[in-house]
């Protein structure tokens, strides 16, 4: 099947810092990417649907100014969680869909972010 | 809205025992039915999916009906291996996901 990879695969930052996340997809093109946020033992929350070139679609009770999504080529996106606080400390999961078997979602290993 | 209620974990089994893993679900319409997995520091994978009522979704051994009459997709297999052991996800939806909150499971031989 096709990869995404996401990087890094866990970070920890001080409270008010801000940190980058990226998300890959390694061999094929993807014209969508969704970012998710798991807390623990709770399912996978969608946060926001990104289209290659267009902003950020955020799902509702998500700061678009907290979590910045850029999806700026067929192959990046990233994620920015802007002054992070502790309760920002979660689980962060991206997944793909584009050209191979269109319609079916290749998901990264996803991120963990500690904020102290 | 959608929602997808997970059987809770953990699950431990032996070797060869017969595995369900209960899902059902609520939803306006009838959306796609999904089964991911999860393997140890890798990325939720597809196992099998349904798209419509009484289709069935088969994969690797395992396997889920899609039960429209009960909302339910439950994940079945009849003998699982060490190598099954991951957390498995219910999911619902077509582009956009709603998932369940996963089920860990663990096989011992």
């Known amino acids: 099947g096709a990869v995404v990879s996401q990087h890094p695969s866990w970070v920890i930052c001080k409270s008010g810092t801000s940190v980058k996340i990226e998300c890959r997809s390694l061999?094929?093109?993807?014209?969508?990417m969704f970012w998710y946020r798991q807390f623990p033992k709770q399912s996978l929350m969608l946060m926001a649907t990104?289209?290659?070139?267009?902003?950020?679609?955020?799902e509702q009770g998500v700061e678009k100014d907290k979590f910045l999504i850029n999806h700026a080529s067929l192959t990046l996106s990233t994620l920015t969680v802007t002054s992070a606080h502790p309760e920002d400390s979660s689980f962060y999961i991206c997944?793909?869909?584009?050209?191979?078997?269109?319609?079916?979602?290749?998901f990264g290993e996803g991120s963990r972010l500690t904020v102290l | 809205g959608d929602s997808v209620t997970q059987m809770e974990g953990p699950v431990t089994l032996s070797e060869e025992a017969f595995l369900t893993i209960n899902c059902t679900y609520t939803?306006?319409?009838?959306?796609?039915l999904f089964w991911y997995v999860q393997y140890p520091g890798e990325g939720l994978q597809l196992l099998l999916k349904?798209?419509?009522?009484?289709d069935k979704g088969s994969n690797k051994g395992f396997e889920a009906t899609y039960r429209k009459e009960t909302t339910s997709f439950h994940l079945e297999k009849g003998s699982v291996q060490v190598s099954d052991s991951a957390v498995y996800f219910c999911?619902?939806?077509?582009?956009?996901?709603?998932f369940g909150t996963g089920t860990r499971l663990t096989i011992i031989p």
């Open positions: 997944s793909a869909s584009g050209t191979i078997n269109t319609g079916e979602l290749f």
């Open positions: 061999d094929f093109q993807a014209t969508t």
């Open positions: 990104s289209n290659e070139g267009s902003k950020a679609t955020y």
């Open positions: 939803a306006t319409g009838y959306p796609s």
């Open positions: 349904a798209t419509k009522a009484d």
């Open positions: 999911a619902l939806g077509d582009e956009k996901l709603t």
